[in-house]
């Protein structure tokens, strides 16, 4: 499916927004972020931010599976079964951190084909190759109607959401988002196990 992108005249487009409802979250983060709520404006180096760059994102997932494979599914998903091992050291360089965000934020849900159509946007916008979606978030970000954010469905675990916030500064509502530490990951048995158990994982 072709990724359409935005028009010359985005700016002038009605962005449908809707109420961010869901407000925990959650995100399997380096543990040497010196910032539990950690912004990224690596440029070019995620899925919405591009290169070059003038804003942060915030990324999260709506469960620790859709966090885990954000992450390591690059890593794991082209191996087989057996070989899908993480060594220690390396399950011990992320922690889990729980997101409760605020009532109020107003974001892009891009998981709804309407909306996605309102926009000149298409299922493809947002997933897969990230020119596109990296494209369609710098529109958004710069829309003047300034939004808050975007929902979109997780490539790595479908049909799960995340959510990415943009950093704007003067936006006192994100002032009000609070990060709290959940644990490492090498530290969170049960869940290994459930995922062992599933085949993600090998023993």
Not at 26 to 50: E, M, Y
Not at 56 to 82: G, I
């Amino acid at each position: 499916m072709t990724a359409l992108l935005p028009k010359a005249d985005f700016e002038t487009v009605d962005v449908p927004n809707v109420p961010l409802e869901r407000l925990s979250w959650c995100r399997l983060a380096r543990v040497d972020q010196p910032d539990l709520i950690d912004w990224d404006g690596r440029p070019g180096a995620t899925r919405f931010v591009p290169a070059p760059t003038d804003f942060e994102v915030l990324y999260m997932a709506q469960r620790k599976r859709t966090a885990f494979w954000e992450v390591y599914a690059k890593r794991l998903l082209p191996l087989v079964k057996e070989d899908r091992v993480l060594p220690p050291a390396v399950l011990t360089e992320r922690q889990w951190i729980n997101f409760e965000v605020p009532v109020g934020l107003l974001v892009f849900d891009a998981t709804n084909i309407d909306h996605l159509r309102d926009i000149g946007g298409s299922n493809a916008s947002f997933h897969g190759d990230w020119s596109a979606s990296q494209a369609w978030a710098a529109a958004l970000w710069r829309h003047p109607q300034k939004i808050d954010g975007m929902l979109y469905r997780s490539d790595k675990d479908t049909p799960y959401v995340c959510l990415a916030l943009f950093r704007r500064r003067g936006r006192d509502l994100l002032k009000k988002i609070t990060a709290t530490p959940a644990g490492l990951l090498g530290e969170d048995t049960a869940f290994l196990q459930r995922l062992r158990k599933r085949g993600d994982l090998g023993a």
